[in-house]
């Protein structure tokens, strides 16, 4: 049998590792050409290695949490054409160290004594120290599944009232919008202004219109489409908040690619529009669905997530009334929008009970002056109080 390498996917240049999360297969089973074999975590997308041949895993070479690069052998498999139900116990490839490794468990007992001794061998004098300080005995619970390196973890959420504690690791993505976050608030000269819109001329579009367009394009017509129209022309008007600061140059923009922030089980991940100026109301609402699914699903790839120029997030969706988002690094501002709220306003010396929405635009201050982020804000304000605006370029 031919034997064929499992492969880490080429990395982008900005991308220099990956953290193995999980294997789905195991030394010795069968697998079919497309199989799920391995999913392996970025700083900024989970990828799926899949098997490239039918045939059994031979061996696994990198553990999870373990560090690959592109292209590094995570494993082998011995190819085989035709996979067989019935196939004998001697062609199946013993699990080697991998298993032994990865699946040291300690045996549940009601006897703690015994646990405490049989494994006391492999405590480090941290783990030791620890012991002393929460005054674990042997008649204490250690409750674990496994021994290993989370050993330490699990005897730091032992106190004296039995009252228990979870360590988890910070996921690399985690990790990484952590960083950038951090980077953000420390690189920048950020600085948020506030302005609010009146929703009712674009509920009143959607009520009017919303049915015609879901039977015509198959997809609903959300509010970000109305957004992202008014934000590009925005940007047109405002070319230096579409731009980013290069030590002393202004880079400016010359696409409209903007992220799109959505809430993930792993985080908030912010693929990319491309090239929006482009795309019609129904192809931008197309395209957030298919974003939002895959973002969901953790089948986003390295493109859908590369080259946006500028943030538009909605803390509206889990009812945030304002907020000051933070800049998504290199660039140089981002919109936030948040929950329409009916609020008394005064219209023509009159008070009304209006859908309001408040705008915050956070931008780095280095490069975008006063005046032009609010009149980034003022032009936003104005498309979608009156659409019409964009049909007649004004």
Excluded at 243 to 269: E, H, Q, R
Aim: proline fraction near 3%; charge should be positive; glycine fraction near 4%.
């Amino acid at each position: 049998m031919k034997t064929i390498n499992i492969l880490v996917p080429e990395l982008p240049e900005s991308i220099s590792n990956a953290t193995i999360i999980k294997w789905h297969k195991q030394v010795g089973e069968i697998i079919c050409c497309n199989d799920n074999l391995v999913d392996i975590e970025t700083d900024k997308v989970t990828l799926e290695v899949s098997s490239p041949c039918n045939g059994i895993l031979k061996i696994i070479l990198e553990k999870e949490g373990c560090t690959v690069k592109s292209n590094q052998i995570l494993g082998e498999i011995h190819q085989q054409d035709i996979i067989q139900d019935d196939i004998s116990h001697q062609n199946i490839i013993e699990k080697k160290k991998y298993l032994l490794d990865s699946q040291k468990s300690l045996i549940h007992s009601n006897n703690t004594n015994s646990i405490y001794v049989n494994h006391k061998k492999y405590f480090t004098p941290s783990m030791r120290r620890s012991i002393k300080k929460n005054q674990v005995t042997r008649n204490d619970k250690i409750i674990s599944n496994h021994l290993s390196e989370n050993l330490e973890n699990q005897l730091n959420t032992i106190t004296l009232n039995n009252n228990f504690s979870k360590r988890v690791k910070m996921t690399q993505l985690r990790q990484t919008i952590a960083k950038r976050l951090l980077d953000s608030k420390n690189n920048t000269a950020m600085l948020t202004t506030f302005n609010e819109v009146n929703m009712q001329p674009i509920i009143t579009l959607r009520n009017k219109y919303g049915e015609d367009f879901k039977k015509k394009h198959g997809i609903r017509m959300g509010f970000m489409s109305f957004f992202i129209k008014a934000t590009v022309e925005a940007l047109k008007k405002f070319p230096h908040i579409n731009a980013y600061i290069d030590k002393t140059d202004i880079v400016l923009y010359k696409n409209f690619n903007i992220n799109i922030a959505i809430s993930t089980p792993k985080g908030l991940i912010t693929p990319v529009l491309k090239n929006v100026d482009n795309m019609s109301m129904s192809d931008i609402e197309k395209k957030i669905k298919e974003l939002s699914i895959k973002g969901r699903e953790n089948k986003l790839n390295i493109t859908d997530l590369t080259g946006g120029n500028f943030t538009i997030t909605n803390g509206g969706i889990f009812g945030s009334l304002m907020s000051t988002p933070i800049i998504n690094p290199p660039q140089s501002a981002i919109l936030g929008m948040h929950v329409i709220q009916k609020r008394p306003v005064v219209v023509n010396e009159k008070i009304e009970i209006l859908p309001m929405m408040y705008l915050a635009l956070s931008y780095d201050h280095r490069l975008i002056d006063g005046k032009e982020s609010i009149g980034f804000l003022i032009t936003i304000k104005n498309i979608l109080e009156d659409f019409v605006r964009l049909l007649i370029n004004i």
